[in-house]
């Protein structure tokens, strides 16, 4: 069975940094691709992030690029998001999710219907 356990969440100021950590079990980890999705309080989930099996291709929303790094550790079945500079606009629950694609596939799907498994979430909250 396939699990997800996020963590790393919490309270941070504007400005600061925090690192999210998805620990992946029941899966052969380099075969699914990765991604950090967020929803915050009555709005759509929309795409953060997300990362080949290999880690050699990445894919990010415009409004995160050069403040958050996804990475992955294919030995510890974990895949990271470091997030700097943080925003209030970042507040949300962030949420981890896999997605089978096979082993060597680069393809990081950018739609939250392409990935199956999802982790429970946790909560990010940028105070001003």
């Known amino acids: 069975q396939v699990q997800l356990v996020e963590s790393g969440g919490g309270l941070v100021q504007a400005g600061g940094s925090l690192r999210l950590s998805c620990a992946a079990s029941?899966?052969?980890?380099?075969?699914?691709?990765m991604a950090w999705f967020r929803q915050a309080a009555g709005k759509e989930r929309e795409t953060v992030a997300g990362?080949?099996?290999?880690?050699?291709?990445?894919y990010y929303t415009d409004s995160v690029k050069g403040r958050f790094t996804i990475s992955r550790d294919n030995a510890k079945n974990t895949v990271y998001l470091q997030m700097n500079s943080l925003r209030p606009e970042d507040t949300a629950v962030y949420y981890c999710?896999?997605?089978?694609?096979?082993?060597?596939?680069?393809?990081?799907?950018?739609?939250?219907?392409?990935?199956?498994?999802w982790g429970q979430g946790t909560q990010v909250t940028v105070s001003s």
């Open positions: 999710a896999a997605s089978f694609r096979g082993r060597g596939s680069y393809y990081v799907p950018p739609s939250s219907k392409e990935y199956g498994y």
């Open positions: 029941g899966v052969i980890f380099s075969s699914y691709t």
């Open positions: 990362i080949s099996g290999s880690g050699d291709s990445a």
